[in-house]
């Protein structure tokens, strides 16, 4: 951030009045421009036990394999979002959706909120996509996922498909899991 | 927003190429500006049958009970910024921390996230409050609390303790539960 977004002077960054940290405050006109973590919303959709995934048509880690998610936008629930991207990318629709999954993901400012819901009809390929496929769990190209979060989430999934039990996790993403998968982060997610 | 925070030129609304909302985009180094919900994070600091709540010093609802909350920051996790303003607010640390309440306020582009905790040792008063105290059930001022989601979460808590079960909800804030105990919304949370 370089200038004020409301009366386009140059901002500078310093601890505010009544604050404790450095924000970026434009000098002529006093504003504070704070900064504050983006919230990714997704859906995990069933189809008996298969999960829909989507390969990426675009960057980062294009071609590499997702669930349905997006930045959450402006006047939408997450819930909302999480079955907007899932018509967007998967041009699917879900039905019982239940909270599922949080991720932290501090070091890019980033939360991640996942439902999960069961595949109602068709599917399709949407505009950020290549392809959509249903995967049973050894038919997961686990090697090829997207991100450390699909591979966490996935991992998560068929192990409580076992037990019946699907309790709402929130933690970062695991490297563990990617390293027991062979997953080799090539870029940030 | 008026300007853009990277050239310091006029921005204008328009849908960019392969979006379809309308955006700030600079018309002069074409940065696209995307405005999201903004994350607040709590804590319920609970201590046998009572709660902690902190009487705001700070607009809006100044001098009204709230539960220790404020928005997310950069670089750290929801829980992170749960306890960070759980000590800021209430001078308080709380320990077995588990995620509990999710609120959609899409009507002012926000998403709550609520964890409880036990209260672990003393609490004061932080900056941002006029004074904490520990309320009971039937001691808790509901015609004083700051904001429907801080109704709505007391009430689901006394609820839930009843059966010991605390099911993780996502919802809008309740405006029938604000109804039902006579909560005035004077002002938009």
Redesign the interface.
């Known amino acids: ?8 002077s ?2 500078v960054e310093k601890i505010p009045a ?1 604050d404790n ?1 450095r924000r970026f405050v434009c000098d002529a006109c006093d504003f504070i ?7 990714v919303v997704g859906c995990l959709p069933v189809s008996g036990d298969k999960v829909l995934l989507c390969r990426r048509a675009i960057e980062p880690r294009l071609g590499y394999w997702t669930v349905p998610a997006g ?10 979002g999480a079955l907007r991207e899932t018509q967007e990318e998967a041009a699917a629709t879900v039905k019982d959706e239940t ?1 599922y999954r ?1 991720f ?1 993901i ?2 890019i ?1 980033q ?1 991640y ?1 996942f439902f999960r819901g069961e595949l109602d009809g068709d599917y399709g390929v949407g ?1 950020e996509s290549l392809e959509s496929r249903l995967f049973s769990e050894d038919e997961i190209p686990w090697s090829e996922l997207a991100f450390p979060i699909v591979t966490d989430i996935l991992l998560e999934y068929f192990e409580d498909r076992k037990t019946g039990e699907f309790p ?1 996790r ?1 933690t ?1 993403p695991g490297p563990q899991w990617a390293k027991d998968v062979g997953y080799f982060r090539k870029e940030e997610n």
Chains 1, 2 share one sequence.
């Open positions: 951030m370089n200038f004020c977004s409301e009366c386009g140059k901002v009544g940290r421009h704070y900064q504050n973590p983006r919230t930045f959450m936008e402006n006047g939408e629930t997450m819930l909302e909270l949080l932290d501090p070091h400012n939360v909120v505009p709402i929130v970062k």
